[in-house]
């Protein structure tokens, strides 16, 4: 198992949980993708799963539910335990977030360079490596306040590839991207599924991306997500909720 | 009776911790642990970790304010040596003269107004660029990656600012001693008699540096040092607190400026406690 969430419950207050008794597990090769209704916890999800927000806790003080990283539960872990599991995996931010005051190869060779001891003219081989693979070639130099943002959200890509990740969190890749650029943005996430077979945990309001990806999608609704179904289920199933967002997906695509 | 009062005193020991927990100095104190320890937490940081921003920020800090310290520094120096020269005689005190100018300029104008210079340029500078990454998610994205923000930021800014420190702080002692000697004795020739600055430099310079002691030496080092350290966490401090809105980082600024003013102020006090007052009453030669 990758990651696993059991029982988890977040609000940004304790009366109003967003997230309330929330199950979710990600194993090895899956592709999973988050959809539901916008602010209702799908980005805070990810964040959760891998510590960097942190459950409301329970009558008893501790936090409330479970969260497992590569089986270590991240909130009985040291922190620091919590850092080196956090190197196996990738997070691709909905706003990049990027490091604003450093190139596009630096920032793909930050984690690199953090956390291995390997000869600096490798790192940027391999740095270069993955700005090829994510079509930025001749971009390498640029701060990413210079670059478009289908090109920070591939820059961001290739800095979340860059430690070769068994799990990679996108939040949101597609998002405000136009037609093209989300296809270039979809058609590189199977690209690289293709290559390394890295397990794909996807928040998006772009669910026929599922069909792409081979993914199932887990709908957000009232704080827990719904089994797992394939899009085509979604489009014909017999809950109304279900459908609408099926039906709001196909009008942001189709317009 | 007596469980009474230890649930008292352990009440109050637990209050006492929560209100320093909070506190200024208790937060920064936090903070200044995890820098320490930074380096040491996992596998031993490296000089490619810390290497490039301790660069960069030591040159922010101390070279990009080279222009300024020196005028600053000449002008400050040129007035005081002026008042010393022309009060010194009066009160019949004319052989004082370095050891007045090494009290004023080496232990307490320079790293005053080097600190206060510092805290406008970098503290602001590094509080409003780390207030920045922390509202747009970079440091978020730092910790995605296992990235340790206090060892990969905080740290090097934190050595750089005070390396930075130290080297402007003995700078502007040089360009008050000697620039501020040089505007004097300018003044001096340009308004014959008026001013009681009749020393030529040699004599000027063996007047200062035989007026130098141990303990001048080490508070040209320690004071400026403390100060530095102090600005940067303070800086990094109130960048890290940042929340996800883009219109805390102007407030988060403005504190670590004030917060910096103030720090400097009340440690400078500390070190005339434990350097100066000594001296006064016998128990430090």
Redesign the interface.
């Given at each position: 198992m990758l990651t696993e969430a059991c029982g988890l419950r977040f609000g940004f207050q304790q009366e109003e949980a967003i997230l309330d008794g929330l199950d979710l597990e990600v194993r090895r090769g899956d592709v999973r993708i988050l959809g539901g209704e916008s602010g209702k916890g799908k980005s805070t999800l990810m964040?959760l799963l891998?510590g960097?927000e942190k459950p409301l806790p329970d009558e008893t003080g501790s936090v409330s539910g479970q969260v497992f990283l590569f089986g270590e539960d991240i909130w009985e872990v040291p922190r620091?335990r919590v850092?080196?599991?956090?190197?196996r995996?990738g997070?691709v931010?909905q706003?990049n977030?990027?490091?604003?005051?450093m190139s596009v190869l630096d920032n793909i060779a930050?984690?690199m360079?953090?956390?291995t001891?390997l000869p600096?003219d490798e790192i940027l081989r391999s740095a270069r490596r993955w700005i090829d693979n994510l079509l930025l070639t001749g971009h390498e130099d640029k701060r990413p306040a210079h670059l478009s943002l289908g090109m920070q959200r591939r820059a961001a890509m290739a800095?979340a590839m860059a430690?070769s990740p068994e799990l990679v969190?996108l939040d949101e890749p597609t998002a405000g991207l136009d037609a093209k650029n989300s296809e270039i943005m979809l058609s590189l996430i199977g690209n690289l599924r293709a290559l390394s077979n890295v397990a794909i945990l996807m928040v998006t309001h772009d669910l026929a991306s599922a069909h792409f990806l081979g993914g199932r999608i887990h709908l957000l609704l009232d704080g827990r997500l719904r089994p797992a179904r394939t899009y085509e289920d979604l489009v014909q199933s017999p809950d109304p909720r279900e459908r609408e967002l099926v039906r709001d997906d196909q009008e942001t695509r189709f317009g | 009776m007596t469980f009474g009062i230890g649930k008292r005193i352990v009440g109050a020991i637990t209050w006492i911790g929560e209100l320093w927990e909070t506190s200024l100095p208790g937060r920064a104190g936090r903070l200044l642990v995890q820098v320490v320890a930074s380096p040491f937490a996992g596998r031993p940081a490296t000089a490619r970790q810390i290497g490039e921003i301790f660069l960069q920020q030591t040159y922010y800090t101390a070279v990009e304010a080279v222009p300024i310290i020196v005028i600053l520094a000449t002008l400050i120096g040129g007035v005081t040596l002026i008042e010393f020269a022309t009060v010194l005689p009066r009160v019949g005190n004319s052989d004082f003269l370095g050891d007045v100018m090494v009290l004023a300029v080496l232990r307490e104008l320079a790293p005053l107004f080097t600190a206060f210079i510092v805290a406008g340029r970098t503290g602001s500078a590094l509080a409003t660029f780390i207030g920045n990454m922390k509202v747009h998610g970079e440091i978020d994205a730092l910790e995605s990656m296992g990235i340790d923000p206090v060892r990969f930021l905080v740290l090097p800014a934190v050595l750089g600012c005070t390396v930075g420190m130290v080297c402007l702080s003995l700078l502007f002692t040089a360009s008050a001693l000697l620039g501020g000697f040089l505007v004097a004795h300018l003044l001096a020739h340009v308004f014959p008699g008026s001013l009681g600055l009749d020393m030529e430099l040699p004599l000027y310079l063996e007047k200062v540096s035989g007026a130098l002691r141990l303990m001048d030496g080490l508070i040209m080092v320690l004071k400026p040092a403390a100060f530095g350290l102090a600005i940067a966490l303070l800086a990094c401090m109130n960048g890290l607190s940042l929340g996800i809105s883009s219109h805390e980082v102007p407030q988060g600024t403005r504190a670590a400026v004030v917060q910096s003013f103030v720090s400097v102020v009340a440690m400078d006090g500390i070190f005339a406690a434990i350097f100066v007052i000594p001296q006064l009453t016998g128990v430090m030669p």
């Open positions: 964040r891998i960097l620091l850092r080196e599991l956090r190197k995996i997070f931010f706003n977030a990027l490091v604003s005051n930050v984690p360079r953090y956390h001891d600096d800095r430690m969190f | -």
